[in-house]
């Protein structure tokens, strides 16, 4: 049974940081994608950055590239998600995604998840 459990999220105000984690169980971690997506309120789920686990590649939606990092730990099945200079516009619910292969910018190809975290950015 596949599981990715997340940590990391919170307020902050913006211009803050915040760094989410995400670990996976039950899964072959190498050579699959793993992702962070976000969801605000009265919007649809998108997706923000992602990451092929054998190669180390990223690839990030614009509106966080520059500011936004991700990144893993292979011997701890583990992807972060480093957030620098955060915005209001970045509330949202933030979940870990995985899927096997390697097309890991197909984002609506996800099909495993967390339960989400919170990130919360006032003004």
């Known amino acids: 049974q596949v599981q990715l459990a997340e940590s990391g999220g919170g307020s902050v105000q913006a211009g803050g940081s915040l760094t989410l984690s995400c670990t996976a169980s039950?899964?072959?971690?190498?050579?699959?994608?793993m992702a962070w997506f976000r969801q605000a309120p009265g919007k649809g789920r998108e997706g923000v950055a992602a990451i092929y686990t054998t190669s180390g590649s990223t690839i990030y939606t614009n509106s966080v590239k520059g500011r936004f990092t991700i990144s893993q730990d292979n011997a701890k099945n583990t992807v972060y998600l480093q957030m620098n200079i955060l915005k209001p516009e970045d509330t949202a619910m933030y979940y870990c995604?995985?899927?096997?292969?390697?097309?890991?910018?197909?984002?609506?190809?996800?099909?495993?998840w967390g339960q989400g975290t919170q990130v919360t950015v006032s003004s």
């Open positions: 039950g899964y072959t971690y190498s050579g699959n994608c």
């Open positions: 995604a995985a899927r096997s292969g390697i097309r890991c910018f197909m984002w609506h190809e996800y099909n495993y």
